[in-house]
């Protein structure tokens, strides 16, 4: 069974961090680009960070040397490092596969506080 899991989400305070993970099954993740991707309310779902099949990564503007998108293959998971929160990051998380198709993860909240 094809399959994202995401965790690690919850609430932090500005200035905080949070890793989330996202646990592959059914797919071998070297194959894929891995992506990370928000929706805060009210918007439409947007992506955030990437890695490719070979392991380049990299993020959009508003995340650059805050997020850090990271995999272990071992373990068949990707990961989204989140430092120095803001509120305007609070949004729900998703995980992304992509090849010939599109899988997406079920997502995860993550909440920002002042």
């Known amino acids: 069974q094809v399959q994202l899991v995401e965790s690690g989400g919850g609430l932090v305070h500005a200035g905080g961090s949070l890793t989330l993970s996202c646990a592959a099954s059914?797919?071998?993740?070297?194959?894929?680009?891995m992506g990370w991707y928000r929706q805060r309310p009210g918007n439409q779902r947007a992506l955030v960070a990437w890695?490719?099949?070979?392991?380049?990564?990299a993020g959009v503007d508003s995340v650059k040397g805050r997020f850090t998108i990271s995999r272990a293959i071992d373990k068949n998971m990707v990961f989204l490092h989140m430092n120095n929160l803001q509120p305007e990051d609070t949004a729900v998380y998703y995980c992304?596969?992509?090849?010939?198709?599109?899988?997406w993860g079920q997502g995860t909240q993550v909440t920002v506080s002042l």
């Open positions: 992304n596969a992509v090849e010939r198709n599109s899988i």
């Open positions: 890695m490719t099949a070979a392991g380049t990564n």
């Open positions: 059914g797919i071998n993740i070297r194959l894929y680009t």
